[in-house]
Structure formats: C-alpha cells, structure tokens
C-alpha cells in the first residue's frame, strides 16, 4: 500500500476532494468567531482549529505513505471525509449541545486512521511508528470524550489538554512502554508532498476570506464607502497569499526535499506552525466581515484586535516558519508586529475601514522589504 518512493509523488485528485470539507470547516471556524467575538469565543476557536487541523495533518502524514490510487486507501479517505464534515457541521454548537458529536467524530478518525495505517504497513518498519501514535492518539481521544461530558471551562481545558498530549507525543517519538520511542529520522517522509499539502490548507484558508468578501457584500448597496473596505479586504488577502506564496511557499518545498531529516522540519515547521499561518488568516477573514458589514464604526475593540491581531498571528507564524527553515530571524516581521501593537492604540479613534487600511500597509510594507532584501 506504500508510495513508489520514487521521489515525485504527486498530490492526487482524492487528495483535493478530500480538503474540499475543510473549506466548510475553516467557514464554520470564522463564523463561530464573528458571533463570539469575546476572550471566551477566540479561546474555543482555537481550540476547536486545532482539532481539525490534527485531523487533517495527521490523514496528510498518512496519505504522504500510503498510495492514495488503491481502493482501500480512497475508501479510508473517504470514511475520514465523511467524519469530517461531521465534525464540522457541529463546530457552531461544539461547547453546547453537540460536544459529544465532535469529541464521537473526533476520536472515530483519529484512532480509526490510526488502526487501518498499522494494517497496511504490515510487514515495514514504519508500522511500529503508528503503534505508538495509535496509543497516544486513543489517550488523546479519552480526554476528548470525557470532555464532551463536560461544561464551559471544563470543556476547553480538557479539549485543549487533549490537543497537548499529541504535541507532547511528537516531541517525546511517541514514546510508550514496551514499545520504544520513534526518532524524526525514521518518517522517511516525501518532503515536497507534505509541502505541497499544507500549502493547499492555506489556500482553503485564503479561499474563505474571498467567499467572506463575497457573501458579506452580496445584495447590499455598495456606497462609496463599502466599495473602499471591499478593495482593501480583497487587497489584504492577496498580500496574506502574496507573502507566503510569492517565495517561502516553493523555497521551503525545496528546503524539505533535501534537508538531512526531513521528518523533524515536517513536523517542526509544518505540523506545529502552520495552524498559527491559517489562524491568523481566519482571524483576518473575520475581521474582513466585521468591516465590510460596517466600515465606518468606530470604537469596537472586538473589530480592532480582528482586524490587527490576524495580521499579526498571521505575521507571527510566518516569522515562525521562516526561523525553522532557513535559521533567520525575519526582522521585517517583527518590526511589523510591533507596528500593529502600536496601531491598537489609536484604534477606538478610527474608522474600521482605516484601520484596516493601515494593517493592509503593513501588510505591503513587509512585501516590499521581502523584494529589496531578495530580489528576484
């Protein structure tokens, strides 16, 4: 069931059907966080993005192996497509009445996957690999489930809990008694696959800031005013694409294909930093509503830390990402972040449209330094 190896596996077109549930996903995400604007909505935002991203990374991890044109794995696919649209129809409700409904979907496809990975790796080194995750995944899994019988805060900890023992499993190579512990060295990964994977969540997660720009505008009367706050949040998204695609995106392919251990940067600059890359791109979708509804309100801090804080997540965790890749200090983007921390400080006294306008400047500024700094 193993890939060719042949160093150009190719996304296949199972692959693409497959992300097409996160769109509906990162959606449900942005507009759970419009609706709970409050320190409590950002918390249970996260919580529940980084749930479905360790769905999804992990079936990445899966596929990046196994040979997506057989049968059983289109079928395995399919199976974890079918949880996820579950799990993301729930998502608006998930620390209400159908927290057992996400935690059910949730725990299905992570020990599921997990179960039918060891079956086909039968008879390969890896497979003891996916024993071990199999066990931190099911201890993973119990905390969800019991935190769907949970309420409120009990709820997120135990859900955010749940979250940290599979990043704490990756740092320790899954270490469980009697098994052993995996080195990075032993997830003999294909490193422009699993690139180009990630690189497509943060295209679904761009794609969702487009339809925001969209249906928030759909039938209204498009003022003078509203037409400015549409070029500026469509201008904004293209600068979000532009600074991660324009070269860090293919560079960064490149940079994995040939490292020494391509497993450990995976995971490193990949499994753990990119949810920060797509956070900070909800967050900007999200605010990208809350302007367009009503680009000239002043005073609502909810639409100023949108507005600022997902440009600076976003900023943040590109910065992030480049320090793992190429061990550089992204001075651009820190400088950057520094400019929107400031900026929240004349926030109250401007209009929503102009403040996004100064972060969409920002947002050209680092652009513009990226060119001068490595020009082409």
């Keep these: 069931m193993l890939r060719s190896g042949d160093g150009d596996e190719q996304v296949t077109n199972v692959e693409l059907f497959f992300d097409l549930v996160y769109v509906f996903a990162v959606t449900q995400l942005s507009h759970l966080l419009v609706r709970h604007t409050s320190v409590d909505g950002a918390i249970q935002t996260v919580v529940l993005l980084a749930m479905v991203w360790q769905v999804w990374v992990y079936t990445t991890w899966a596929t990046n192996y196994l040979d997506p044109r057989l049968q059983s794995v289109r079928a395995m696919l399919l199976a974890l497509m079918l949880g996820s649209l579950v799990l993301s129809l729930a998502i608006p409700d998930a620390f209400h009445g159908r927290g057992l409904l996400v935690a059910s979907a949730y725990a299905a496809m992570q020990i599921g996957r997990c179960l039918f990975v060891v079956y086909a790796l039968r008879g ?7 024993w071990r995750i199999l066990c931190w995944s099911a201890a993973s899994s119990a905390v969800v489930l019991v935190g769907a019988a949970a309420h409120g805060h009990g709820r997120e900890l135990l859900w955010a809990g749940a979250i940290a023992i599979d990043l704490i499993g990756g740092v320790l190579g899954f270490y469980t008694p009697g098994l052993g512990r995996s080195t990075t060295d032993e997830w003999t990964i294909e490193g422009g696959h699993f690139a180009e994977r990630c690189q497509a969540f943060v295209l679904i997660a761009l794609g969702e800031s487009l339809v925001v720009t969209g ?62 890359i797509v956070a900070g791109i909800i967050v900007a979708a999200a605010a990208d509503e809350q302007v367009l509804a009503d680009p000239t309100v002043r005073g609502r801090m909810s639409t100023a830390w949108l507005v600022l804080g997902g440009t600076a997540l976003f900023l943040g965790g590109h910065a992030l990402f480049k320090a793992v890749v190429w061990r550089v200090v992204p001075t651009s983007r820190l400088v950057a972040i520094a400019v929107l921390a400031v900026l929240l400080a004349v926030a109250p006294h401007v209009a929503a449209v102009v403040l996004s306008i100064a972060a969409l ?16």
Aim: glycine share 4%; no cysteine.
């Design 124 to 130: 390969e080194q890896l497979q003891m690999t996916f």
């Design 215 to 276: 249906t928030t505008l759909s039938g209204q009367h498009l003022s003078a005013t509203k037409v400015v706050a549409f070029l500026t949040v469509f201008a904004g998204t293209v600068g979000l694409w532009w600074l991660y695609f324009d070269r860090s995106a293919e560079d960064s392919a490149r940079a994995i294909e040939t490292a020494s251990d391509p497993g450990r940067l995976a995971r490193d600059a990949f499994h753990w930093i990119h949810p920060l």
């Design 361 to 376: 400047a920002v947002i050209v500024a680092v652009a513009a330094v990226d060119r001068v700094q490595h020009p082409a």
